[in-house]
């Protein structure tokens, strides 16, 4: 819904983000698609997501913070400036110059892989819900997805539950296949819980940096990228 650029759908987003009972990803999802739709209505929810505390604790799990941080930076700036925790924000790898985390993915999944972070080692991921399991070795990722070879091909549209692991972490997924080729296949992370999401973002904060370089080499391979999710 955030992708379409309809208004419209800024009532049933706002319901979603609003709701305690919205599984947490979920949630997440909305909020960033309520930033995407630079929804006004949105401002007052973001700021209370970000300021509200129980006790001695904050209100909201820090996922859905910085989600609505990066929202509310998409919707009102200014508002967003004077309200946010920057010290905070920039520890979990908020860019305040884009308004974005540098592992985060606001997008189609086509950016998401524009956007994926070149990581200093590779994240191996195996599968756990097919029949003949298979491991993934992966060079690039965000938090929206991946690119990852593996030893056979997957269709499009495949659900995967993934177990990724660095280390002795080890990080819970469930991603779709968004476009494979015999040397490399796309996913897009569609569910995750917000512990693990947290997880996945220290994770790449360690093993990232910034995006790759816009050189002559990298245009082409990410050409060949989002044509193969669009096969």
């Known amino acids: 819904m955030g992708m379409s650029g309809h208004p419209d759908c800024i009532p049933?987003?706002?319901?979603?983000?609003?709701?305690?009972s919205t599984p947490g990803y979920t949630r997440v999802k909305a909020i960033e698609a309520l930033g995407r739709l630079r929804a006004a209505a949105a401002a007052p929810l973001m700021q209370e997501m970000m300021e509200?505390?129980?006790?001695?604790?904050?209100?909201?799990?820090?996922?859905?913070?910085?989600?609505a941080a990066q929202s509310l930076?998409?919707?009102d700036a200014v508002m967003a400036m004077q309200k946010t925790h920057a010290q905070w924000l920039r520890s979990q790898g908020f860019d305040f110059g884009t308004h974005r985390s540098r592992s985060e993915c606001f997008g189609d999944p086509?950016?998401?892989?524009?956007?994926?972070l070149k990581l200093s080692r590779n994240v191996i991921a195996v599968t756990t819900n097919?029949?003949?399991?298979?491991?993934?070795?992966?060079?690039?990722?965000?938090?929206?997805?991946?690119?990852?070879?593996?030893?056979?091909?997957?269709?499009?549209?495949?659900?995967?539950?993934?177990?990724?692991?660095?280390?002795?972490?080890?990080i819970k997924a469930q991603a779709v296949v968004r476009g494979a080729r015999p040397q490399a296949m796309a996913f897009e992370f569609v569910e995750m819980d917000l512990d693990e999401r947290s997880r996945l973002r220290k994770l790449l904060l360690e093993l990232g940096g910034l995006p790759l370089p816009a050189?002559?080499?990298?245009?082409?391979?990410?050409?060949?990228?989002?044509a193969m999710m669009r096969n």
Do not use: C, F
């Open 130 to 170: 097919l029949r003949e399991n298979i491991r993934l070795s992966i060079p690039e990722m965000n938090l929206g997805g991946g690119i990852g070879a593996g030893d056979r091909h997957l269709a499009p549209g495949s659900l995967l539950t993934l177990k990724l692991t660095h280390g002795v972490r080890h």
């Open 110 to 116: 086509a950016e998401a892989l524009r956007g994926a």
């Open 215 to 226: 050189q002559a080499s990298n245009r082409t391979r990410r050409r060949g990228r989002v």
């Open 73 to 75: 930076m998409r919707i």
């Open 12 to 20: 049933k987003l706002l319901e979603l983000a609003e709701d305690d």
């Open 52 to 67: 509200a505390k129980q006790l001695w604790r904050w209100k909201y799990p820090d996922e859905e913070r910085i989600a």
